[in-house]
Structure formats: structure tokens, C-alpha cells
């Protein structure tokens, strides 16, 4: 099954942030403090998405509260930060939320990643993704992460099942 067939089944979203909702860089102050860049057009689709009743969760290693306040203020409320082992966080949506995998796309960018990835229906990534994870990617972003891959991935979804809006 090709990606584009992928697209009409899909009605979860998750995401992780470092090097796919940013471009991975990270600014580290003389306080220790970790800045990171976020784009606007991300933001939008994740609202987007939102409006029309996909699930959007992030699952991510950081543990930002500038990205979790950010991400809470675009309405996502499934933020599972400081996590080291995704797949096991993955497994405890299935069980504790009835989460249907063949409904899932995933949107990661490195090693971290890989088990969610291989467990899901879409497996999805940015173009600037390690190796191992482009691999077994069904479909890859020509947009970079942090630069608004994850718009074109929701956009793209959207538009498959005639829900992208033009306001």
C-alpha cells in the first residue's frame, strides 16, 4: 500500500519535536537554559488538525516547558516529555486509550523514533532525517524539520480526506 492510499485512514497524529516540530539546533544559554524555534505554519496545521477531530499527541526526549506551554496553547494536550523509551509510551496509548495503530501516522526524525515508527500505519519524516529512520519512512517530507514539515504531513492528510480548509 502506497503512502497516498495511507492518507485516508489516518486519524491520529504523533509527533516528535526535536529535529521534527524544530530544526533539532539548539541554543544553550549561559544559564543552562535550552532555546528552541518552533514554526508558525506548524502551529497552524497542528490547529488545524485539531479543529477537525484528529488526536494529536507528542512524544518527545526534551522536557522544554517554553515547548509544552507552546504546544498547550495551540490546544494539544497529549505532551508526554522527558521520555527515553517512546515505544513503551506508544504501547501504554494502545492499551490505555483503545488506540487503533492502522489509524496512527508518526512523524519522527532519529534513532529515538524508530520502534514508534515501525509500529505504526504511516510512517512519516522530515527530509533532513538520520538515515536508518528515512529507511523506513513511507513517506519524506521535502521539508526540512523545524521549517514546517509537520504542515505539509497534516496538509497533506487533510486534503486526501477533503477536510484542508481555505478560509
Known amino acids: 500500500m502506497s503512502y497516498l492510499d495511507k492518507l485516508a485512514d489516518i486519524r491520529h497524529f ?6 521534527v516540530l524544530t530544526n533539532g539546533l539548539l541554543h544553550v544559554q549561559e544559564n543552562g537554559e535550552l532555546l528552541r524555534q ?5 502551529g497552524y496545521a497542528l490547529k488545524a488538525a485539531l479543529e ?3 488526536a494529536v499527541t507528542i512524544i518527545t526526549g526534551g522536557n522544554s516547558q517554553g515547548v509544552i506551554k507552546r504546544l498547550n496553547g495551540l490546544g494539544i494536550t497529549h505532551i508526554y516529555s522527558g521520555i527515553h523509551h517512546k515505544l513503551k509510551t506508544l504501547e501504554e496509548l494502545v492499551h490505555n486509550h483503545n488506540l487503533d495503530l492502522s489509524t496512527v501516522a508518526y512523524m ?3 534513532l529515538p523514533d524508530y520502534e514508534c515508527m515501525r509500529a505504526v500505519h ?3 519524516c522530515p527530509s533532513d532525517a538520520a ?3 528515512k ?3 513511507q513517506y519524506i517530507s521535502p521539508v526540512k524539520g ?5 504542515r505539509d504531513l497534516i496538509e497533506k492528510v487533510l486534503k486526501a480526506q477533503n477536510k484542508w480548509k481555505i478560509e
Open 122 to 124: 504511516l510512517a512519516a
Open 108 to 110: 519522527g526524525d532519529d
Open 38 to 42: 518552533m514554526h508558525t505554519r506548524d
Open 135 to 137: 529507511t523506513i519512512s
Open 14 to 19: 504523533i509527533f516528535d519535536v526535536d529535529g
Open 131 to 133: 538515515m536508518e529512520i
Open 146 to 150: 523545524g521549517e514546517g514539515c509537520v
Open 52 to 54: 477537525q477531530k484528529f
